[in-house]
């Protein structure tokens, strides 16, 4: 069965893939929720000044300019750090965690599919591997990228996985209407 090493493959790259909220989880939440808790502090005092028509709640007197700027100034810086600590979890998460979990699930069903297909066994390696080399140049790479291989950046950002992906699937449509026969 040609599709058998997609099946295999995909629920292999699922495993891996899926790890990656585990890992979110485990290491980069603690940060972006400290990062959150101090945001909500530092602008919540901010909002206390503002509501006080800017007076000191702990001596009753009006704030200086250089309080009110310092006070406007923590309170950006953090936001600022609120928000970088949430890009490195949005960005495993819309990019190899979701994409990699999506292309290990086209993968079981292009191998699932293969099986079904009568065509000739050159026709179903080559879809075969076109979708196993096309997950590993596009989500294998981007999740190679977020543990720090500089090159599997630079071999994602050729944009030959992708292709590789969207070649498959319109190939898949032609077998697929070729080869598809009822028993």
């Known amino acids: 069965m040609e599709g058998k090493k997609n099946i295999v493959f995909g629920f292999l790259f699922l495993v891996i893939t899926a790890s ?29 000044a503002v509501i006080s028509d800017f007076e000191n709640t702990e001596t009753l007197e009006e704030m200086t300019t250089d309080e009110i700027a310092k006070t406007n100034s923590e309170a950006i810086l953090a936001i600022n750090t609120n928000l970088n600590a949430r890009i490195s979890i949005d960005t ?23 099986g079904l297909l009568t065509l000739p066994s050159l026709y179903k390696q080559i879809l075969s591997w076109i979708f196993i080399v096309g997950t590993v140049m596009h989500a294998g790479m981007a999740f190679l990228g977020v543990f720090g291989f500089a090159w599997a950046g630079m071999l994602l950002a050729t944009g030959i996985g992708p292709v590789l992906i969207l070649l498959g699937l319109l190939l898949m449509a032609v077998a697929t209407f070729v080869g598809y026969k009822r028993t």
């Open 92 to 114: 495993i998460k819309g990019g190899p965690h979701a994409h990699g979990n999506l292309e290990a699930l086209l993968n079981i069903i292009v191998g699932i599919i293969l």
């Open 20 to 48: 990656l909220g585990p890992y979110m989880i485990l290491t980069l939440l603690p940060d972006a929720e400290k990062a959150s808790s101090d945001k909500q502090r530092v602008l919540s005092n901010l909002q206390l």
